[in-house]
């Protein structure tokens, strides 16, 4: 039997932040051309520092990103790609 090969992953995290009345926070991007989609609007989110869960992630990117500093956060959904 074949050992199983180890796939390095990285974590990130994106963020839908809806209010009371249904409204999504969007984020229009720099236009610096050095970042993903420079100018487009997206979510809020980023990538893991060392140690972080997704969930830590998450939140340090939501407070980073809008100054929101949130006290908890609910998963639901994690994809998994192979590099």
Partial sequence: MAE???VPR???A???L?????RVLMQLRDDKPSIMFPNHW???GGASLPGETPEQTA???VTEETG???DLCEA????YFAE
Avoid at 76 to 79: D, E, M, V, W
């Fill in 76 to 79: 639901f959904r994690a994809y």
């Fill in 59 to 61: 939140l340090r990117e």
């Fill in 4 to 6: 199983p090969r180890y």
């Fill in 68 to 70: 929101l500093a949130l």
């Fill in 10 to 12: 990285s974590i990130s």
């Fill in 14 to 16: 994106g963020v839908i």
């Fill in 42 to 44: 997206g979510l809020t």
């Fill in 18 to 22: 809806v209010d009371p009345h249904g």
